[in-house]
């Protein structure tokens, strides 16, 4: 049987279900259970720990302040404390409004979609007073944070959280970078109908930009002024939910924001779609990537195009060298007749105002080069497809959906080199809780992604390969970031047990 290969399509004219509209052979049904089997040894790099930005010099007095942050609303600190930030978030209904002509009937937290920035500094604690007003379970993951498990929103872990009812997460973040939150039951719900928001850790002394932006990139599938019903189509099922609207925090004109000739600043990107792997490219100013999802890199680097998959984050640092206009462009297939042709979508543009000024330079914190050692383990994990007779399709993984056993178990700091192996067409953004990985370069897009990751991309019919090191004790999640993949099956736990004198993740003693 052939197997599915098509790419993810906006369908960006018709609100109509496009149900049948293209022919699926379906999904390969050859199941292949492979396990720890026959990998080679080598040296291959493996993770070691995060990178550590080096403190700055110590000073007993007020921290630096931090830059200003341009972007939704942020939460409002309810603790004097200036090692706590306490936050209140409520999830509830909430009529979202997308453009001057549509508000839909959603959700949000405290009120805005999507839902405060939270803003803490590396050594802070978080105390997050977390109440679910909506009508159904909901919980809260830390998508990125290296936390205790119980704190982490997993449903296996945590029971949901009522309607009605109240739950305190609780947590001190091991390391800077930009991070986001959303809810673990029925995910592919709640979070296309707004519930997302970005939670920030900044290193000890923040880089001294002019400002921080935030760019929460989504898309959303609209029919009239309501989202449309969810799994409704078989193409949804098997791609995942593409939006025919893209939002960049929360609004689907593309929102124009203001600066200087001269200024430089940091922007922070993630990509919370349901499904949209997002191919970005910014033009009339001059940009480098300078962190992705475990913080800052060692080594910024250029590049024309940014692939973003879904869960995934970058930090850009934007030099406005030039006075005009600055646009966010987000390259899209669309179907066009016969045709899958990409289009630009502008979807963030800045009027930099002439001032003649040079850009000034930003110092970057230094930041330790990651550890390489040697692999101890191995894992093969299998993505593949069956038919089924009421979802139309399942999802499964080494054989298995939703597998309710662990699907690996190791031990706290072992090295792990993990093969991901995908065995059908539509491609996988896989999530690990709790660990970040190293992605093994291959000239790929895909795997041209420096830094510590804790999502990447396996396009269909082909192999990734990550280097984790395991250094997180817990129950961890390990599952497909295309939502209604993760719903249909794509859904499972790796275990790390506690190895005694290793200690949790932590933050750098700050003095
Ligand atoms: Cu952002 Cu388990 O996910
Ligand atoms: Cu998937």
Redesign the pocket.
């Known amino acids: 049987m052939k197997p599915l290969y098509l790419p993810l399509l906006l369908l960006l004219a018709a609100c109509d279900d496009g149900g049948g509209a293209q022919a699926d052979p379906g999904p390969t049904a050859d199941a292949a259970i492979v396990a720890d089997a026959g990998v080679e040894e080598d040296a291959a790099p493996v993770v070691d720990a995060a990178p550590v930005v080096d403190a700055a010099e110590p000073d007993a007095a007020a921290p630096a302040p931090l830059p200003a942050l341009i972007g939704p609303a942020a939460a409002e600190d309810e603790d004097p404390d200036p090692k706590v930030v306490a936050v209140t978030l409520t999830a509830g209904r909430h009529a979202n409004t997308i453009s001057d002509r549509v508000e839909v009937d959603g959700y949000a937290y405290n009120g805005q979609s999507p839902g405060p920035v939270i803003q803490a500094r590396l050594g802070d604690e978080v105390v997050i007073r977390f109440r679910n007003d909506l009508d159904q379970p909901t919980t809260v993951?830390w998508?990125g944070l290296r936390i205790s498990d119980d704190m982490d929103g997993s449903p296996r872990i945590q029971a949901p959280v009522q309607p009605g009812e109240t739950f305190e997460y609780r947590f001190t973040p091991p390391e800077a970078g930009t991070y986001?939150y959303?809810p673990?039951v029925r995910a592919n719900e709640q979070v296309e109908l707004g519930l997302y928001g970005m939670l920030i850790v900044h290193e000890p002394e923040p880089p001294a930009f002019d400002a921080e932006r935030v760019l929460i990139l989504d898309d959303i599938l609209l029919q009239g002024d309501r989202v449309a019903a969810f799994m409704a189509t078989f193409p949804e099922r098997m791609h995942g939910r593409s939006g025919n609207t893209l939002l960049t925090n929360g609004v689907a004109v593309p929102p124009t924001g203001q600066a200087r000739e001269g200024q430089v600043e940091r922007w922070r990107l993630v990509n919370t779609a349901n499904a949209r792997t997002m191919s970005l490219s910014l033009e009339g100013a001059k940009f480098r990537v300078i962190g992705t999802d475990g913080g800052l890199l060692r080594d910024p680097y250029e590049t024309r195009r940014l692939l973003m998959a879904v869960?995934q984050r970058y930090d850009l640092e934007v030099t406005y060298d030039r006075p005009g206009t600055v646009e966010l462009v987000s390259h899209v297939l669309v179907l066009e007749g016969e045709d899958v042709v990409e289009r630009p979508f502008v979807v963030q543009t800045i009027d930099v105002a002439a001032t003649g000024e040079a850009p000034h330079t930003v110092t970057l914190p230094e930041v330790r080069p990651i550890q390489r050692g040697r692999t101890n383990e191995n894992a093969i994990l299998v993505f593949d497809a069956v038919q089924d007779p009421v979802e139309g399709v399942m999802w499964r993984i080494n054989g298995q959906s939703h597998p309710h056993d662990p699907i690996f178990t190791f031990q706290q700091g072992d090295y792990v080199r993990m093969i991901l192996d995908n065995r059908a067409g539509p491609e996988h953004p896989f999530?690990l809780?709790g660990q970040f990985f190293e992605i093994l370069p291959d000239g790929r897009p895909e795997t041209e992604q420096p830094g510590l990751k804790d999502t990447v991309l396996v396009p269909g019919l082909s192999r990734v390969t990550i280097f984790a090191r395991m250094d997180n004790p817990g129950q961890w999640?390990a599952?497909c970031?295309i939502l209604e993949h993760a719903e249909l099956g794509f859904m499972s736990e790796i275990v790390v047990e506690p190895v005694d004198g290793l200690s949790p993740p932590a933050p750098p003693a700050v003095p």
Do not use: I
Request: charged letters at 0%.
């Open positions: 993951h998508h986001w959303h673990h869960g999530h809780h999640m599952h970031h």
